[in-house]
């Protein structure tokens, strides 16, 4: 079992920044990517970045060039960066811990923490 634990959610001003963290504990041997998805009000929940054990990363075009995930694998955590932030962004974010299929590139497995809000403010 993957355990999934986010922190760093709060409310800031537009223009501001904040760094969300996604500690991931238990049995991951096998997990080998982390990423975020978000879920604004109304709206359905959408992938925002991810990254693989080697390091790649992805990037929904809407966050590109201001947001930046990283990973510290020595402590199975993820991290992301968010600058520029505006009320669009307002959303509950979800970290995973998860299995990405290198052939398809496509996560088949996911455990996912509970989430938190970021909230921005015009």
């Known amino acids: 079992q993957v355990h999934v634990v986010e922190s760093g959610g709060g409310l800031v001003q537009a223009g501001g920044s904040l760094r969300l963290s996604c500690a991931a504990s238990?049995?991951?041997?096998?997990?080998?990517?982390m990423g975020w998805h978000r879920q604004a009000p109304g709206k359905q929940r959408e992938s925002v970045a991810r990254?693989?054990?080697?390091?790649?990363?992805k990037y929904a075009d809407s966050v590109k060039g201001r947001f930046t995930i990283s990973r510290d694998s020595a402590k199975n955590t993820a991290y992301l960066q968010m600058n520029s932030l505006e009320p669009e962004d307002t959303a509950v974010y979800y970290c995973?811990?998860?299995?990405?299929?290198?052939?398809?590139?496509?996560?088949?497995?996911?455990?996912w923490g509970q989430g938190t809000q970021v909230t921005v403010s015009s």
């Open positions: 995973y811990a998860g299995i990405l299929n290198p052939k398809t590139a496509l996560v088949t497995f996911a455990s």
């Open positions: 238990g049995s991951i041997s096998s997990i080998n990517v």
């Open positions: 990254i693989t054990s080697g390091g790649t990363t």
